[in-house]
Structure formats: C-alpha cells, structure tokens
C-alpha cells in the first residue's frame, strides 16, 4: 500500500514556472514507478510524465517535452514535477501516482493522491 500526498500547487502567471511535489508513504518507495497525471474542467485525466523506479528513464507527453521535469529522491521518499513556460490551457488538477510496474504506470497506475490545483492565468 502507497499513499501519496502532492503539494506545491498554486496560482502562476502564464509563461511561469511551478514545482509540484509528491510524498509518498511506505518503505517501497524505491521500487515503484512513479507518474504525474492531469484534470482540466470538463476534460478527462490526462498523462503528463513518468519515471522508472531507478530514475534512469523518463516518459512525457508530447505535449510537455522540453518543458515540464520528473525527477524522484528515493531517500526522500519523493517526486517532483517542475513545470516550466507554463500556459492557461494547462490549468488543471495535478495527481500523483504510483504503479510497481513501469509497463502501465503511464496508463492504469494503481495507486492515487488526492491532487493539486494548479491555475495559470493569462
């Protein structure tokens, strides 16, 4: 069992940058993959990036490469999501999730944070 809780949300301008964090529950941390999720109003839940248990490899939308970094501090029990050059139409609750395995942690992740809102303004 993984519990996560997400932070760092807020009101940014657009054009700016945020820094979302993770922080998740239990001693397996480092064994699971982990992933960044979105929800804009009306909209269905989108994937945002991904990183292996390790760190090693990283998935983004195409929509984010080039702008937005997963990252992950195992002994922190941690991951994060810097969003950088943000833009309105990526107004949206921001979850974290988790997932044993990297096959479908960008798809069907098993576990869920409660999510945090992140609103950028034009």
């Known amino acids: 069992q993984v519990q996560l809780v997400e932070s760092g949300g807020g009101l940014v301008q657009a054009g700016g940058s945020l820094r979302l964090s993770c922080a998740a529950s239990?001693?397996?941390?480092?064994?699971?993959?982990m992933g960044w999720f979105r929800q804009a109003p009306g909209k269905e839940r989108e994937f945002v990036a991904a990183?292996?248990?390790?760190?090693?490899?990283?998935y983004y939308a195409d929509s984010v490469k080039g702008r937005f970094t997963i990252s992950r501090d195992n002994a922190k029990n941690t991951v994060y999501l810097q969003m950088n050059s943000l833009k309105p139409e990526e107004t949206a609750v921001y979850y974290c999730?988790?997932?044993?395995?990297?096959?479908?942690?960008?798809?069907?992740?098993?576990?869920w944070g409660q999510g945090t809102q992140v609103t950028v303004s034009s």
């Open positions: 990183i292996s248990w390790s760190g090693y490899s990283t």
């Open positions: 239990g001693r397996t941390f480092s064994s699971y993959a």
């Open positions: 999730a988790a997932d044993p395995r990297e096959s479908t942690i960008a798809t069907i992740p098993t576990y």
